[in-house]
């Protein structure tokens, strides 16, 4: 389970220097956070004890393969009507975004998290969103703004999905990015928006290259 403060989790290693550089200083020059209580639904990650993402903290984790955990089931329906089911992602590598359309931070990564799941799609990279405070109508608004093409589960109500990743990757304010391995299970965690593509198509080749 990854555990508060990042930096400090035993059997994590921090992502490696030629991710951090560049990506994270500009994330801390902006000074953006995690969305605060009164955008609505971030309370939602705030049960766990540890802080969000303040720029004080490593925002990006990396999970050591024999420190992974159980394979994460989750399911819902998403913004189309349609039913999903971690099943259909089982066995390839798969990014979960923690977001809703009011949060700010959501805003700012939506289309680079576009950019990387298009780059990605042709190596069998699944992505999906998990919207913890949003309707219908206002997640699929939100995907036409920024040309979203993955789905999303609509947790609002349930929420299940949510409460299936703080099982094993506790969740803190939106937006969360978790990137899983073939197998299911949490290899990394992203605080924050995910601040251009890089970081995030790097943590995803690297679980390409793991054998399966």
Request: with cysteine; net charge negative.
């Amino acid at each position: 389970m990854l555990t508060a403060p990042v930096r400090a989790a035993r059997g994590r290693r921090p992502l490696r220097p030629r991710l951090v550089g560049a990506a994270l200083a500009a994330v801390l020059a902006v000074g953006l956070s995690a969305c605060a209580p009164e955008d609505g639904g971030a309370d939602a990650f705030r049960g766990d004890g540890n802080v969000g993402y303040n720029g004080e903290s490593l925002r990006v984790t990396e999970i050591a393969v024999a420190d992974r955990g159980e394979p994460v089931v989750f399911s819902g329906e998403t913004e189309d009507g349609s039913t999903f089911s971690s099943d259909s992602i089982r066995g390839e590598v798969a990014v979960v975004n923690f977001w809703y359309a009011t949060c700010g931070p959501c805003r700012i990564e939506a289309k680079d998290l576009e950019s990387v799941w298009k780059k990605h799609e042709a190596d069998g990279v699944k992505f999906i969103g998990v919207n913890i405070y949003d309707a219908a109508d206002t997640a699929k608004a939100f995907a036409e703004e920024y040309g979203i093409t993955y789905p999303s589960i609509l947790d609002a109500d349930s929420g299940d999905a949510k409460l299936a990743f703080a099982k094993v990757a506790p969740l803190q304010a939106p937006p969360t990015t978790l990137v899983l391995d073939r197998k299911g299970r949490v290899a990394a965690r992203i605080l924050g928006p995910i601040d251009g593509t890089s970081v995030l198509s790097t943590l995803i080749k690297d679980l390409l290259a793991e054998k399966a």
